[in-house]
């Protein structure tokens, strides 16, 4: 069975700074990983994701993610945090079936 | 991507009752699903639509209380019957494109 955990459930972050965000998951055949935002009120964003290729990946907003297939992880990465990144983060694990196992989800707040 | 739209944006329903929820999409997709967001929660998929079959519930959902219709490949509905408190959720609908889901700006749902 697939699943997906992200260890940190709030992450308080200051404006400017440097933001990553975990994300593990378990899968038995090559997985497809996402990123999703949720702000407040606001359906799911994509933010990136991975198929295959090239293990780091581009997304909207400035985020980045790198997959590590040897440690099973797809962990988000932003250089600076503007005060509009505070939102709800979903990571996601896929597959040939189409069906998606989400993660719990980490909270990022960003203080002035 | 995709523009998907759901219908009603919220709603408070009273236990008994049932409500139908809309989606519809920008696009032909023939992959469509269902999601429920308990408050405070991640996603946990209800099923799958696919456009001329039946669809297919995820354990621990059944037709009866959560029937779906997918009548062309741009619009679905999501039934939520018999409603009691614990049904109050964001219900978020998806389309698949290219093997990613994009999401609609979900259903708030209030059973009182």
């Known amino acids: 069975a697939q699943s997906v955990t992200q260890p940190d459930i709030h992450i308080t972050v200051s404006e400017g700074a440097s933001l990553e965000l975990r994300c593990n998951y378990s899968y038995g055949a090559t997985p497809y990983l996402f990123w999703y935002v949720q702000s407040p009120g606001q359906g799911l964003q994509l933010l990136l994701k991975y198929f295959s290729g090239d293990t780091l990946v581009q997304g909207i907003k400035g985020f980045e993610a790198e997959f590590k297939r040897s440690q099973s992880s797809f962990n988000l990465r932003k250089p600076s945090v503007h005060w509009s990144d505070a939102a709800e983060y979903f990571c996601a694990v896929g597959g040939s079936d189409y069906k998606l196992s989400f993660g719990a989800g980490t909270t990022v707040t960003v203080r002035a | 991507s995709a523009v998907i739209s759901q219908k009603p944006s919220r709603d408070i329903c009273q236990r008994g009752t049932s409500l139908t929820i809309q989606c519809q999409v920008d696009?032909?997709?023939?992959?469509m699903f269902w999601y429920r967001q308990q408050p405070g929660q991640s996603l946990t998929l209800i099923a799958t639509?696919?456009?001329?079959?039946?669809?297919?519930?995820e354990s621990g959902f059944v037709i009866d209380k959560f029937p779906i219709s997918r009548p062309n490949l741009t619009f679905s509905t999501l039934t939520v019957s018999n409603m009691s408190p614990e049904d109050s959720s964001i219900y978020l609908c998806s389309v698949d494109l290219g093997d990613t889901q994009y999401f609609g700006p979900g259903t708030r749902l209030t059973v009182l």
């Open positions: 696009s032909q997709v023939t992959m």
């Open positions: 639509a696919n456009q001329g079959s039946e669809a297919t519930y």
